[in-house]
């Protein structure tokens, strides 16, 4: 008798332990739970693009410190990066003329030049 309640009470504590578990995992598996994970989730990789971003930030000022130390240079290097050198139009020269769109017309064109039009 003793043997038979020991198995009928391991089956019971199993079967509760199981149902428990099981239940568990359906709650992480529900839309808004994998919606909070997911948020949870995006929100690690934005801050930890963010802590590499600010470590590149400081190695880009630290080795530009130390080039302009080599080179002798005394220009600061706390400011925001010059794009004078990188920038294709600087000031006072002057840019290509824009696309205006299909079938408009520019005062530069004439309009001999569109050839899409019925002769």
């Known amino acids: 008798m003793f043997r038979r309640a020991f198995w009928f009470t391991a089956g019971a504590a199993a079967?509760?332990?199981?149902?428990?578990?099981?239940?568990?995992?359906?709650?992480?598996?529900?839309?808004?739970?994998?919606a909070a994970q997911a948020a949870d989730k995006a929100l690690d990789a934005g801050h930890r693009v963010r802590e590499f971003a600010l470590d590149v930030r400081a190695g880009m000022l630290q080795r530009e410190a130390e080039l302009g130390d080599a080179l002798g240079l005394?220009?600061?290097?706390?400011?925001?990066?010059?794009?004078?050198?990188?920038?294709?139009?600087?000031?006072?020269?002057?840019?290509?003329?824009?696309y205006l769109g299909y079938g408009a017309r520019s005062d530069t064109h004439s309009h001999k030049d569109n050839r899409n039009e019925d002769h």
């Open 15 to 34: 079967g509760v332990w199981a149902t428990a578990k099981v239940n568990r995992k359906l709650k992480q598996l529900t839309p808004e739970s994998l």
């Open 74 to 98: 005394d220009a600061p290097v706390d400011g925001p990066p010059r794009r004078a050198a990188l920038d294709p139009h600087p000031p006072g020269r002057p840019t290509a003329p824009k």
